[in-house]
Nanobody
Framework: QLQLVESGGGLVQPGGSLRLSCAAS????????VGWFRQAPGKEREGVSC????????YYADSVKGRFIIARDNAKNTVYLQMNSLKPEDTAVYYC????????????????WGQGTQVTVSS
């Protein structure tokens, strides 16, 4: 019943932009913290960004800070990741994840995950 569906991935040239979406169904995002993660082949999964549920405080990995923006639209029950100035090193499968967390900051463990969407940055 609780589902997350990512979309918006694709092939872009270095310096280009993509906007990833994570649509939630079966629940509302109001009381959930949201995180974006990525995993390249043969690499460990890494956290990219997260947003708290109570105060919407945002956090970013140093590698994407200043280039990526996380946003939440509770009315549409959707979370976005705007990705600008993309680099080849950003190539990975991107996942959104949520967990019940009506508090400041971001949790360390997420209970629900989407299926992932492929982002490829290449000229």
């Amino acid at each position: 019943q609780l589902q997350l569906v990512e979309s918006g991935g694709g092939l872009v040239q270095p310096g280009g932009s993509l906007r990833l979406s994570c649509a939630a169904s079966g629940f509302t995002l109001d009381y959930y913290a949201v995180g974006w993660f990525r995993q390249a082949p043969g690499k460990e999964r890494e956290g990219v960004s997260c947003m708290s549920s109570r105060d919407s405080t945002t956090y970013y990995a140093d590698s994407v800070k200043g280039r990526f923006i996380i946003a939440r639209d509770n009315a549409k029950n959707t979370v976005y990741l705007q990705m600008n100035s993309l680099k080849p090193e950003d190539t990975a499968v991107y996942y959104c994840a949520v967990t019940l967390w009506y508090d400041s900051g971001c949790p360390s463990v997420y209970d629900y995950w989407g299926q992932g969407t492929q982002v490829t940055v290449s000229s």
